[in-house]
């Protein structure tokens, strides 16, 4: 046991060891390069946002920053939204409801104009946000597909914030196969089940 | 004192003489052990059937059976039980105090404990998410469906229930927040504390059997990913770095690791992942497809699991790896404290029911006798 801890130290020492030479190098380098998005390798850092309570109001245009997602990055940090403070507004986005393939959670190339309509909205409305709703067909079991629609909804998120829109006015919400927007037990039902739908939040004081 | 040691002797003295022909292997194996059940009647009788045939046992005639059941339920319940070939008396006892179903598990399980040497599960809980009208809530119920009390009146989803050992508290996600968030609620008090509540979602808790960790699937980083933390919420850690979604993970028996579906390698798979960090060792479940809902046995030994074919199937591994035992059609397995019996949901037209299954034989029983729907189910164990 104490060997194996020991190791452990030793190994990190020379983690330590090679990570600050590798600083010492940069250092001396001529230019400053924004690192690559991908999460130091190791323990994720714990000072993360500890409840969706402490809420993220975020100051200035950040519309204009964009984000796109390298394909080595695991996701784009969620903040919490104080779903208290606004109105749902489900006609707003009815006609950019998104669907999905089966067993997927890539948004289709076809149905990335919805997702520009959404995201013009919300640049020219800067004081709302919007909520993603994921859901899934029936064909993949309760536990598995609570994380798929969350996962869907992370997708259409994603897309939102590469074309400008500032993660903190994007939630996402899982609901699984619970919410079928048809009921039936065929492809028909099926297509229309596996969807991600936009839930406009209008400031109540607005 | 003096009836029981006579017991002993005789049992003894008979076994000496003619040793009955290894009943070990008839339980353990596939067949079923033949029993004969006289003097019971209403409810006694069929909880008395119900509990026998779910532990793996055929009610047969007196003359074919290798033990002969016997007793009467009047003001209360009386049971024998006595080996038809050696005569040998296993059990005689009398059951009185509670309500006839109860005294019936109390007899089963001592019928049960007698006979294989293991103890019964017939006075087990379990819960389940109920829905019934849209509205669903979370449920606990005896192990074959009755008595099932409501242990939330949120009127919010619920979702992916988990027992804490011991069976006093229930884990789970509601949504009544408006978020799905992951709470534990303490049944004798009926009190409740968030174990979970980041930016997204919060999904799929699992307690560790000692009661103090808790695994669960939380995309506050943008990506549902498999985290670890006390129950109090200190020291949340997670466990997985993949661009896909991590789902249902529950515990070996020991605490030491996490068995997870994962999609990283691209259809979802069962990985396990050390509980104090480390890499995601791929479980080989040869030939089954798109395997989810995994639920490691009490023992130890085995992980079943959610495979789809042409539907959802209930299957079983050995926790490292290898062939794969496919059982019956269903969903969302979660093993009874005897690493036996299994709980798990069918889906029936529109509604969704329990039933349980004896492994060794594949005898399923449905638990049917409700409206609405039910789902999710975890064994108290």
């Not at chain 1, 020219?124 to 598995?144: L, Q």
């Not at chain 2, 009398?94 to 006075?123: C, F, M, N, Q, W």
């Not at chain 2, 619920?158 to 992951?182: E, M, Q, W």
């Not at chain 2, 990283?264 to 396990?272: C, S």
Request: include cysteine.
């Amino acid at each position: 046991m104490n060997r194996v801890h020991f190791l452990k130290l030793l190994a990190l020492s020379f983690v330590l060891a090679a990570t600050a030479v590798a600083c010492k190098k940069n250092l001396k380098g001529v230019t400053a390069i924004p690192g690559p998005l991908r999460p130091p390798p190791g323990p994720p850092p714990t000072a993360s946002p500890a409840g969706g309570d402490q809420g993220l109001p975020v100051p200035g245009p950040t519309d204009t920053t964009s984000k796109s997602l390298k394909s080595d990055q695991t996701g784009i940090e969620l903040a919490g939204i104080d779903r208290g403070n606004y109105i749902g507004d489900y006609e707003q986005f009815k006609q950019q409801t998104i669907y999905f393939a089966f067993d997927n959670s890539e948004v289709k190339p076809a149905e990335k104009p919805k997702l520009d309509v959404v995201a013009e909205h919300l640049k020219a409305n800067p004081t709302c946000k919007v909520e993603i709703e994921g859901h899934c067909d029936e064909r993949g079991t309760e536990g598995y597909n609570l994380s798929l629609g969350e996962r869907r909804a992370l997708s259409a998120r994603e897309y939102l914030i590469s074309v400008g829109i500032a993660g903190e006015r994007v939630g996402v919400i899982t609901y699984g196969e619970t919410k079928p927007a048809i009921q039936g037990h065929d492809e028909t039902a099926w297509q229309k089940n596996r969807r991600g739908e936009f839930l406009l939040l209008k400031p109540k004081t607005q | 004192m003096t009836f029981s040691s006579l017991l002993v002797v005789l049992f003894t003295f008979s076994a000496q003489e003619q040793p009955p022909i290894v009943i070990q292997k008839d339980v353990t194996g596939a067949r079923f052990l033949p029993v004969s059940m006289t003097g019971y009647s209403g409810e006694v009788q069929a909880v008395l059937k119900f509990d026998l045939e779910i532990a793996g046992f055929d009610i047969v005639n007196p003359e074919t059976a290798q033990f002969n059941i016997s007793g009467s339920n009047n003001s209360f319940v009386e049971g024998r039980v006595t080996d038809r070939v050696t005569k040998a008396a296993l059990l005689a006892n009398r059951y009185e105090g509670a309500p006839p179903r109860s005294l019936a598990h109390a007899l089963a399980d001592d019928i049960v404990l007698k006979i294989t040497g293991k103890p019964g599960i017939a006075r087990s809980k379990i819960a389940f998410k109920g829905d019934s009208g849209g509205r669903t809530e979370a449920y606990v119920a005896d192990y074959d469906g009755a008595n099932a009390v409501r242990a939330t009146q949120d009127n919010a989803l619920v979702v992916a229930l988990c027992f804490a050992s011991g069976g006093n508290k229930l884990l789970y996600t509601s949504y009544k927040s408006g978020n799905p968030d992951i709470y534990i609620h303490d049944l004798g008090s009926g009190q409740r504390t968030p174990v979970a509540n980041y930016p997204g979602s919060n999904l799929s808790p699992a307690i560790s059997r000692d009661g103090r960790r808790v695994a669960m699937i939380i995309s506050k980083d943008g990506n549902p990913e498999l985290y670890v933390s006390n129950v109090d919420r200190s020291n949340l850690t997670r466990l997985t770095h993949t661009r896909a979604d991590e789902s249902s993970p529950c515990w070996s028996p020991d605490g030491q690791s996490i068995c997870v579906v994962s999609r990283k390698d691209g259809a979802p798979a069962l990985y396990v992942v050390p509980a104090s960090g480390g890499a995601m060792r791929r479980i080989s479940t040869a030939g089954a497809g798109s395997t989810t809902e995994p639920d490691w046995s009490p023992d130890g030994k085995e992980i079943a699991f959610t495979a789809l074919w042409r539907e959802f199937q209930i299957c079983v591994v050995p926790a490292k790896g290898g062939e794969v035992n496919v059982l019956t059609a269903g969903e969302d397995p979660s093993w009874a404290p005897n690493s036996r019996t299994i709980v798990f949901t069918k889906r029936v037209g529109d509604k969704r029911v329990l039933s349980l299954l004896d492994v060794p034989t594949k005898r399923v029983k449905t638990l049917d006798r409700h409206s609405g729907s039910r789902s999710l189910p975890s064994w108290a164990k």
